[in-house]
């Protein structure tokens, strides 16, 4: 079956950074766009990027544009997230999220990982 | 970036009751490409719905998703127990991907 498994959440001071992993298996990796997508502690879900099937595009909300950088390593078959310059509001659960077709910009989210939580603080 | 709005932000409703839930975009959406999502408190979300009213395998039959213009909706036919949860709608015809801010189901 598909499974999503996220790692590297932790507690880190406003500044630092964070990788976060998510590694995908139940599937062929290289056929699929997979997203990141954050809730905050009881806020609703907001997507944050995407990386397309073959790597070559990426896309990002602007509230994370510069800051985070969206990666994949097939080889491994796992997704990536680089979180730079944290701030106290990018505290949140993050989902790795994998789209429910291959066709071409069709977005929805079919499979989730559990998420991992970033809890940034001093 | 397309906004979308959900309404209620709260729903106090009894099992075995029929409900409908809104989410009503900024600007029209390409492709009916909306889709609705589950939250359970804990846990990741579960597509229910996309293209607007196709059911992801899985989902039962009680659950259907309309559209008429820019508002969506998705109803509930008979509420069971384990209905009672956190749903979102999300756009994905036009970038960035938008969520709406979600209805909270909850027991009365």
């Known amino acids: 079956q598909v499974l999503l498994v996220e790692s590297g959440g932790a507690v880190v001071q406003p500044g630092k950074s964070l990788r976060l992993s998510c590694t995908a298996s139940g599937f062929t990796f290289t056929n699929y766009a997979v997203h990141w997508v954050r809730q905050a502690p009881g806020k609703g879900l907001e997507w944050l990027a995407k990386?397309?099937?073959?790597?070559?595009?990426?896309y990002y909300a602007d509230s994370v544009k510069g800051r985070f950088t969206i990666s994949r390593d097939d080889s491994k078959n796992t997704l990536y997230l680089q979180l730079n310059s944290l701030r106290p509001e990018d505290t949140a659960v993050y989902f790795c999220?994998?789209?429910?077709?291959?066709?071409?910009?069709?977005?929805?989210?079919?499979?989730w990982g559990q998420g991992t939580l970033v809890t940034v603080s001093s | 970036e397309i906004v979308m709005t959900q309404s209620p932000a709260l729903l106090s409703l009894s099992p075995g009751e029929r409900v409908t839930l809104s989410c009503g975009a900024s600007q029209s959406l390409s492709n009916s490409n909306l889709a609705w999502y589950q939250q359970k408190p804990g846990l990741a979300p579960r597509l229910l719905i996309y293209d607007s009213s196709t059911r992801a395998t899985g989902i039962p039959d009680r659950f259907s998703g309309g559209r008429s213009g820019t508002d969506f909706t998705l109803t509930v036919s008979r509420l069971e127990p384990e209905d009672f949860a956190v749903y979102y709608c999300q756009q994905y015809g036009t970038s960035p991907i938008t969520f709406g801010q979600g209805t909270r189901l909850e027991i009365k």
């Open positions: 999220a994998r789209v429910g077709t291959t066709a071409k910009n069709v977005e929805y989210f079919l499979y």
């Open positions: 990386i397309s099937f073959d790597g070559s595009n990426k």
